[in-house]
């Protein structure tokens, strides 16, 4: 009968840690999305824009609006975009990684917008 009482009191409190342990929990479900950079270019350009986007290792180039390109994090890489004016207009550009943004804009004739990445490359994204 001791017996029985020890494996029942052992069953007991071992039961709660043998199911916290399941495979199946909540908590994977919230894996944190990997981060991303979005590049993005708002307004009118009648006379057309030339926009050229990316990082200090690389470039890429658009002509039309609006632009909106998002690319994953590199840790240490500086984001910019730029885009100029062709004549009249009126537009944006941006740079955003998470809830932090770099900002331009530009107006008229061949003005240049310019935004880049509104964090410190060398220390990385948090």
Known sequence: MKKAGVLALALALTAPLLIGTSSCS????????????????????????????????????????????????????????????????RITCKVVIGKKAGAGHAVGGFNTCTAESPSDPLRGWN
């Open 26 to 89: 909540s908590n994977s479900a919230k894996r944190s999305k990997p981060l991303e950079v979005e590049f993005i270019v708002t307004g009118s350009a009648p006379n057309g824009v030339h926009i050229t986007y990316g990082t200090d290792a690389s470039n890429h180039r658009a002509r039309r609006l609006p632009l909106d390109v998002t690319k994953p994090v590199r840790k240490h890489a500086l984001y910019w975009v730029m885009a100029e004016l062709q004549g009249s207009g």
